[in-house]
């Protein structure tokens, strides 16, 4: 037993289902790394840079948004908002999206807009550090 069965699922369909060797994912409090036959848990997933080595040794990574993660029976479910490799990122889209965000919350605004820029800029922090990363 040296993988894991992994589903990643986001709004958009079904972004990765495959065996996976070792998974870092963001959760609330920090990276945390799943391995083979890990305990069974569920936990918040925060936007940030997914890891995952597949079967064939190789690691990948995805810039995501909020979403869950379940493991149990050594079988890992990742549901979350949004998922993009590297490649699908638009980066003049993310750091349009950076500056709103950044506008919005340098302005008045109520409890609930400012926890949704936030957000917003949580994700476009996130996809832009995925796209500078080698
Ligand atoms: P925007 O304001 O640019 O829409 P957003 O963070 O509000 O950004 P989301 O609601 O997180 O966007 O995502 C909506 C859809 O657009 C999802 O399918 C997501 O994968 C995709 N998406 C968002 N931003 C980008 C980007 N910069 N590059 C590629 N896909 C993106």
Redesign the pocket.
């Given at each position: 037993m040296n993988s894991f069965a992994t589903q990643i699922i986001?709004?958009?369909g079904m972004f990765y289902f495959g065996r996976v060797k070792s998974l870092v994912v963001p959760a609330t409090d920090g990276a945390m790394g799943i391995l083979p036959g890990h305990e069974e848990m569920i936990i918040a997933l925060q936007e940030g840079i997914l890891r995952y080595q597949d079967g064939d040794d190789l690691w990948h990574k995805a810039a995501i948004?909020r979403g869950t993660m379940q493991v149990a029976n050594n079988r890992c479910t990742i549901v979350v908002?949004?998922?993009?490799k590297p490649d699908?990122?638009?980066?003049k889209?993310?750091r349009?999206?950076k500056e709103?965000a950044e506008e919005r919350l340098r302005q008045k605004i109520s409890d609930r807009e400012y926890r949704m820029m936030q957000a917003?800029l949580a994700?476009?922090l996130t996809?832009l550090k995925l796209t500078t990363q080698d």
């Open positions: 986001s709004s958009d948004g908002d949004t998922a993009e699908e990122i638009d980066v889209r993310a349009e999206a709103r917003a994700r476009a996809r």
